[in-house]
């Protein structure tokens, strides 16, 4: 028996790759859905006639299975001062038409040598689409192998150095200053013996 060839494996791996954040610089537009879905069907009845169906009908759910745990994880927006929880990839209809491109391109991969070029293009052309505005999207933190990021990150860690320190600081300049005060009478004297004109005779 010859081992059985899983073939979205290779394209969830390549998938994976991606940055979500570059992924949602380009907004596709909502595709025709009776466009879609005969499409979708040839590639179905072709998965079929190769005895390739259960792939074919199992790719979507494995090609949405990892975006969506890669935008769970993306959710999570950890800065160094907390979590950036007003920080928004996209729009949810934009992420949708997205899992559904990716879904049609994982279709694509079971059934690339048993439809016309024209099919395999077109359930793969959105995917395409938006993997090729790879490396566009703005970086949200300074990249600490650049001089710049190196720069940032000494600059807020000597901020944050000091909103720790600084109070100390003050607080010990003001305990100091407040004992100096106390040590000299109101002429600058000092109380705590005798007065500096005074002599040690009296």
Same mark, same amino acid.
């Given at each position: 028996? %010859?081992?059985?060839?899983?073939?979205? =494996?290779?394209?969830?791996?390549r998938?994976?790759?991606?940055? @979500?954040?570059? @992924?949602?610089?380009? &907004?596709?537009?909502?595709?025709?859905? /009776?466009?879609?879905t005969?499409?979708?069907?040839?590639?179905?009845?072709?998965?079929?006639? =190769?005895?390739?169906? %259960?792939?074919?009908?199992?790719?979507? *759910?494995? &090609?949405?299975?990892? +975006?969506?745990r890669?935008f769970?994880f993306?959710?999570?927006?950890?800065?160094?001062?907390?979590?950036?929880?007003?920080r #928004?990839? #996209?729009?949810? $209809?934009?992420? =949708?038409?997205? !899992?559904?491109? !990716?879904?049609?391109? =994982?279709?694509?991969?079971?059934?690339?040598?048993?439809?016309?070029?024209?099919?395999?293009?077109?359930?793969?052309?959105?995917?395409?689409?938006?993997?090729?505005?790879?490396? %566009?999207?703005?970086?949200?933190?300074?990249?600490?192998? /650049?001089?710049?990021g190196?720069?940032?990150?000494?600059? *807020?860690?000597?901020?944050?150095?000091? /909103?720790?320190?600084?109070?100390?600081? +003050?607080? $010990? @300049?003001?305990? !100091?200053?407040?004992?100096?005060?106390?040590?000299?009478?109101? $002429?600058?004297?000092?109380?705590d013996?005798?007065?500096?004109?005074? #002599?040690?005779?009296?």
């Amino acid at each position: 028996m %010859t081992a059985r060839v899983d073939r979205v =494996a290779p394209f969830l791996e390549r998938l994976s790759h991606l940055n @979500l954040d570059d @992924l949602a610089m380009l &907004a596709l537009p909502e595709p025709d859905a /009776s466009a879609r879905t005969e499409l979708l069907q040839r590639a179905l009845d072709a998965a079929e006639s =190769a005895g390739r169906r %259960t792939e074919a009908r199992e790719a979507p *759910a494995r &090609a949405r299975d990892a +975006i969506v745990r890669a935008f769970s994880f993306r959710s999570y927006d950890a800065t160094w001062l907390g979590l950036n929880w007003g920080r #928004s990839m #996209s729009r949810p $209809t934009d992420r =949708a038409r997205l !899992i559904a491109a !990716i879904e049609d391109a =994982a279709v694509a991969e079971v059934v690339a040598d048993l439809l016309p070029p024209d099919d395999v293009g077109a359930l793969r052309e959105p995917l395409e689409l938006v993997a090729s505005m790879a490396g %566009t999207a703005p970086l949200p933190y300074p990249r600490l192998d /650049s001089p710049a990021g190196v720069g940032v990150v000494g600059v *807020a860690w000597f901020v944050g150095a000091l /909103s720790l320190v600084g109070p100390a600081v +003050i607080a $010990t @300049l003001a305990g !100091i200053a407040s004992l100096r005060r106390r040590r000299q009478g109101p $002429t600058g004297n000092r109380v705590d013996g005798l007065d500096n004109d005074q #002599s040690v005779d009296d």
